[in-house]
């Protein structure tokens, strides 16, 4: 832990000059918690109707806490951000990097150079399963006759456990720049047990088909879907007799067979589940 230097919106914007407001915009925020920064290093942008000016860290550090957003307005004095003087940087090369994309989408674009982390669902040290939302970025342009916005759910490329956190709500960080680190787990997942799911023999103990052919009327269930034990997944019927199908076992849907409207025999498949080990 370093030596907490807080970094202030100064009382004039140079030496022998005064602001021409008593409050200024913060209309810029180069870094996030987590980042390094350099003696000398940028780290906002400041204000008013007359006078600009680019504030820069007066230590090397680590920064611990940004307390202020882009575009808010503040008095002079106001204290925008901590930086830990002299505090050894987080090892960058820690897990996997969750980056800001170059893009949101294919064929889309940010419109800027920098977006906004408008949420974070995860914590240090927790664990992410591979496809679980983990950070919220985005950004809002205005264009004449309104204000377009983009976003973008980040999802974890990998199932791991939360090393470092280095977005922060509220915070704008560049584009490219790592919003999370992920150590993967590399412990192999139990072993999944295919087990289908028929169409019975006969629709109850002492019962028969009054037809060869069924019809598939319902599937509850896609490919990806977890059930458990007992959940109905499908429905089938004849012309007299209609019958709800349900799941033997828990587990995640892995294949569909059929669609609803099918008509099929007597023990067909109708869909493969991965049971849990």
């Known amino acids: 832990m370093g030596d907490p230097t807080p970094i202030l919106v100064p009382q004039a914007p140079a030496p022998g000059e005064q602001w021409d407001q008593n409050q200024v915009l913060v209309s810029r925020i180069h870094v996030s918690v987590g980042d390094p920064v350099q ?54 090369d820690q897990g996997k990097a969750l980056r800001v994309p170059d893009a949101p989408g294919p064929g889309a674009a940010w419109g800027q150079d920098r977006v906004t982390v408008s949420a974070v669902h995860v914590s240090a040290g927790g664990h992410a399963e591979r496809g679980q939302p983990l950070v919220e970025i985005g950004t809002s342009t205005a264009v004449q006759g309104g204000t377009v916005s983009v976003k973008l759910e980040m999802t974890s490329p990998v199932r791991g456990t939360i090393v470092r ?11 490219g720049s790592a919003l999370l680190f992920i150590e993967p787990d590399l412990t192999p997942l139990p072993a ?77 498949v109708l869909m493969v589940i991965d049971a849990d080990a």
């Open 39 to 92: 003696h000398g290093q940028a780290v906002a942008d400041l204000e008013t109707n007359k006078v600009s000016l680019e504030l820069d860290s007066p230590v090397q550090g680590v920064v611990s806490d940004v307390r202020v957003r882009p575009d808010e307005t503040v008095p002079l004095g106001t204290t925008l951000m901590i930086i830990d003087a002299g505090a050894p940087a987080p090892p960058l």
């Open 165 to 175: 956190i280095s977005a922060q709500v509220g915070s704008t960080v560049p584009v």
């Open 192 to 268: 999944e047990r295919p087990t289908p799911v028929l169409v019975p023999q006969t629709p109850a103990p002492g019962e028969q088909w009054d037809q060869d052919q069924l019809l598939v009327s319902r599937i509850r269930v896609t490919v990806g879907d977890r059930v458990e034990s007992g959940q109905a997944v499908a429905d089938v019927e004849t012309s007299k007799i209609s019958l709800g199908l349900d799941s033997p076992v828990p587990g995640v849907v892995s294949e569909l067979r059929v669609a609803a409207g099918d008509t099929v025999p007597a023990g067909a």
